[in-house]
């Protein structure tokens, strides 16, 4: 990547320099303004002098603005190019998605009143996540009765978007088979050769189905070095779960919070990674920011600074200015002693 940046001075401090000729000039223009011939009252003169002699002080003006030009010539203004190349060492995520019909439970609005589900409120996060994060493969993987691998760790984030956005509950599931949707993301990150792999999973209630508990998954990902986050989404208590009555109508039931808070712990534990509890939408955005914090991407940064030197316009200009000076001074303005 390259950058043009502004002009900068190598040497500001030779601005000071500017000051010697301005000094110059204001003592040569108090000199010349003391008259040779004293005389009680000039007012007689007044409107005698023509522009001319009003003029007189140009010469020295001009020359005073050519050791300025000069003193920033010397101060060397310049240019830059500055080129970069970046490389990364990124970060290989797997999120692993409760789908489960808990997960349409309506306690996730941030205002009173508000009705937002809690998948919803995950999908949100998890593509501000994934936005956040362009330098890592992220991929996806949910779960409810059964895991399904949806996306595997790819830097199209557009694709991974589309992918989270899709992702709906299956009113007809009946499980939340944690251990399956864990050990599914851990198989997408196994031949990883990232330095640093990761899985998230985030789900609102307790494994009931599946072919592995959720402690063996865990293990497996520890054996495989690969960190768990895990996140604990609902309200602590009941929250309102919107299911189809007769005729199309929409009818809510009260359901508890039943995340299983102890095993999510263990797994997170064991794996070196932390266990989040978000209640509200705000928490889990901030369960992610953490997270986001937590992994951070290696960077390597090499930096080449490539001058452009500005003083010669400068140099050019007070030659001009100056030989306009001495022309006119000896010219148009010249003066007898």
């Given at each position: 990547?390259?950058?043009?940046f502004?002009?900068?001075?190598?040497?500001?401090?030779?601005?000071?320099?500017?000051?010697?000729?301005?000094?110059?000039?204001?003592?040569a223009?108090?000199?010349?303004?003391r008259?040779?011939?004293?005389?009680?009252?000039?007012?007689?003169?007044?409107?005698?002098?023509?522009?001319?002699?009003?003029?007189?002080?140009?010469?020295?003006?001009?020359?005073?603005?050519?050791?300025?030009?000069?003193?920033?010539?010397?101060?060397r203004?310049?240019?830059?190019?500055?080129?970069?190349?970046?490389?990364?060492e990124?970060?290989?995520?797997?999120?692993?998605?409760?789908?489960?019909?808990s997960m349409?439970?309506?306690?996730?609005g941030?205002?009173?009143?508000?009705?937002?589900?809690r998948?919803?409120?995950?999908k949100?996060?998890?593509i501000?996540?994934?936005q956040?994060?362009?330098?890592?493969?992220?991929?996806?993987v949910?779960?409810?009765?059964?895991?399904?691998?949806?996306?595997?760790?790819?830097l199209?984030h557009?694709?991974?978007?589309?992918?989270?956005q899709?992702?709906?509950?299956?009113?007809e599931?009946s499980g939340?088979?944690?251990?399956?949707?864990?050990?599914?993301?851990?198989?997408?990150?196994?031949?990883s050769?990232?330095?640093?792999r990761?899985?998230?999973?985030?789900?609102?209630?307790r494994n009931?189905s599946?072919?592995?508990?959720?402690?063996?998954?865990?293990?497996?990902?520890?054996?495989?070095?690969?960190k768990?986050?895990?996140?604990g989404?609902?309200?602590?208590?009941?929250?309102?779960?919107?299911?189809r009555?007769a005729f199309?109508?929409?009818?809510?039931?009260?359901?508890r919070?039943d995340v299983?808070?102890?095993?999510?712990?263990?797994?997170?534990?064991?794996t070196?990674?932390r266990?989040?509890?978000a209640?509200?939408?705000?928490?889990?955005?901030?369960?992610?920011?953490?997270?986001?914090?937590?992994?951070?991407?290696e960077?390597?940064?090499?930096?080449?600074?490539?001058w452009?030197?500005?003083?010669?316009?400068?140099?050019?200009?007070?030659a001009?200015?100056?030989?306009?000076?001495?022309?006119?001074?000896?010219?148009?303005w010249?003066?007898?002693?």
């Open positions: 990547m390259t950058k043009v502004g002009l900068e001075l190598a040497h500001p401090w030779l601005l000071l320099l500017a000051a010697v000729p301005l000094l110059l000039v204001v003592l223009w108090w000199r010349r303004g008259p040779a011939l004293r005389l009680p009252d000039v007012s007689a003169w007044n409107g005698i002098a023509g522009w001319r002699a009003r003029t007189i002080r140009v010469p020295l003006l001009l020359k005073g603005a050519a050791l300025v030009l000069l003193a920033v010539a010397l101060a203004p310049r240019g830059g190019e500055l080129s970069e190349t970046v490389t990364t990124g970060v290989d995520i797997v999120v692993a998605l409760d789908l489960s019909v349409l439970a309506e306690d996730m941030a205002l009173p009143g508000e009705r937002k589900n998948l919803v409120a995950a949100e996060v998890v501000s996540f994934v956040r994060r362009m330098a890592d493969r992220i991929g996806l949910t779960f409810d009765e059964a895991s399904v691998p949806r996306c595997p760790p790819t199209d557009d694709v991974l978007i589309d992918f989270v899709r992702s709906e509950v299956d009113p599931s939340t088979a944690i251990g399956a949707g864990l050990a599914s993301a851990v198989n997408r990150l196994k031949s050769k990232s330095k640093s990761v899985v998230i999973l985030v789900t609102d209630g009931n599946g072919f592995m508990a959720p402690d063996d998954a865990a293990e497996i990902a520890r054996l495989l070095g690969i768990v986050y895990t996140v989404v609902g309200t602590r208590g009941e929250a309102p779960l919107p299911v009555a199309g109508r929409v009818e809510y039931r009260m359901i919070a299983d808070e102890p095993t999510l712990q263990r797994i997170a534990d064991l070196g990674g266990y989040f509890r209640t509200h939408p705000d928490e889990l955005e901030q369960i992610f920011t953490d997270i986001d914090l937590l992994e951070k991407t960077m390597e940064v090499e930096r080449h600074v490539r452009r030197e500005a003083y010669p316009p400068f140099v050019r200009a007070a001009i200015v100056l030989a306009a000076a001495l022309l006119l001074g000896a010219t148009w010249r003066t007898f002693p």
